[in-house]
């Protein structure tokens, strides 16, 4: 993997000139790499990491355990594409396990989550079954501890 990635996953927004002199090299090879990277699809895209408490108030955020029937040439592949194509859909990956694929959706209210899997997701043909599970906190996200330092300097509180 070329070195550049992980530092513009850990910081988008870094000068090309800061990139620069973490990987001994000229703000303008970075600036061709990172067009390069762009144009090869190894970059898709960039975006911010937002406070859940603060800039998404008000929505409804759940991950929801699907198992299903692989088709008999595709496997997964073709239901799973459907799947991720629904607005609601965030993020939907294929697991190992008990269930098939984690799909990650949002909605305005528990209403909204309830009807995407009532009738849009569960009547899918191939869909065996669902388990919803709705996030109630975020402590981490894509890296970024989300809750303040503890108090005691850090250290976590030991309870009997």
């Known amino acids: ?13 870094a000068s090309h000139a800061d990139l620069a002199a973490m990987l001994d090299t000229t703000p303008e090879e970075i600036a061709a790499r990172v067009a390069s990277l762009e144009r090869d699809g190894s970059i898709l895209g960039y975006r911010a990491i937002l406070n859940p408490e603060q800039a998404v108030a008000g929505t409804v955020q759940a991950v929801i355990e699907v198992r299903l ?11 799973a594409e459907r799947i991720a194509k629904f ?34 997701l569960s009547p899918l043909g191939g869909v065996l079954s669902t388990a919803t ?6 402590y981490k996200e894509h890296g970024v501890l989300l809750s303040a330092a503890p108090a005691n300097g ?3 509180a030991v309870t009997p």
């Not at 599970?133 to 975020?138: G, S």
């Open 154 to 156: 850090g250290k976590l």
């Open 69 to 79: 029937t692989p088709e008999r040439e595709g496997g997964f592949d073709r239901l």
């Open 1 to 13: 993997m070329d070195p550049l990635l992980p530092l513009l996953q850990r910081d988008a927004r």
């Open 87 to 120: 607005d609601q859909v965030q993020a939907c990956y294929l697991m190992s396990g008990s269930y098939d694929l984690l799909v990650f959706i949002e909605g305005a209210n528990l209403r909204d989550v309830a009807s995407f899997v009532t009738e849009k």
């Open 133 to 138: 599970h709705f996030r109630l906190k975020a």
